[in-house]
T-cell receptor, first 112, second 114 residues
């Protein structure tokens, strides 16, 4: 089965600072990759998804961007963080539409 | 637009009781439905995946049913244990979009008391 590595696990950043969260996947090739955000007490919001290297689609307009420089690497970035960017960020992947989706352990981001 | 609802939002049961968690969705056109478990501050752990053509899936003490026509799935956990305390989320995969996006419910927070 697939394994998803996310780092860092926690992050405290000042407003206006840049952000880079990384996600790498093992155990599969050419996965569909996703970035979700989970706000406290709320459901998961899909931010970005990617079906291949360099192919990124955004679900909602926001202060964040994503990139996929390699087949099994997905990066979430921001040039200048806002307080509203605080939350729990999760990377997910699955192979085909009929297979299970797997999630990483998440990054808790607090913008101060 | 697909909406996924999980009721109740929270549930507390004594150890040994069976757990019944509900998930409903508004559009029956789905690829599949997946149940996840989330421990506080952690990522999601996959529990069961049910394809749209299946009626149920079982894994150990867990059994999930799917009734696509009525837009419902139920997760049963037999003989609950304190270690089953977590938030349980269901998610449907949308067929109208080839990217395989999920629509998640808000989850049911379960506490199993010793």
């Amino acid at each position: 089965s697939q394994t998803i590595h996310q780092w860092p696990a926690t992050l405290v950043q000042p407003v206006g600072s840049p952000l880079s969260l990384e996600c790498t996947v093992e155990g599969t090739s050419n996965p569909n990759l996703y970035w979700y955000r989970q706000a406290a007490g709320r459901g998961l919001q899909l931010l970005f998804y990617s079906v291949g290297i360099g192919q990124i689609s955004s679900e909602v307009p926001q202060n964040l961007s994503a990139s996929r420089p390699q087949d099994r690497q997905f990066i979430l970035s921001s040039k200048k963080l806002l307080l509203s960017d605080s939350g729990f960020y999760l990377c997910a992947c699955h192979g085909t539409l009929h297979t299970e989706a797997f999630f990483g352990q998440g990054t808790r981001l607090t913008v101060v | 637009k697909q909406e996924v609802t999980q009721i109740p939002a929270a549930l507390s049961v004594p150890e040994g009781e069976n757990l019944v968690l509900n998930c409903s969705f508004t559009d029956s056109a789905i690829y599949n439905l997946q149940w996840f478990r989330q421990d506080p501050g952690k990522g999601l752990t996959s529990l069961l995946l049910i394809q749209s053509s299946q009626r149920e899936q079982t894994s150990g003490r867990l059994n999930a049913s799917l009734d696509k026509s009525s837009g419902r799935s139920t997760l049963y956990i037999a003989a609950s244990q304190p270690g089953d305390s977590a938030t349980y989320l269901c998610a449907v995969r949308l067929p109208s979009d080839s990217w395989g996006k999920f629509q998640f419910g808000a989850g049911t927070q379960v506490v199993v008391t010793p």
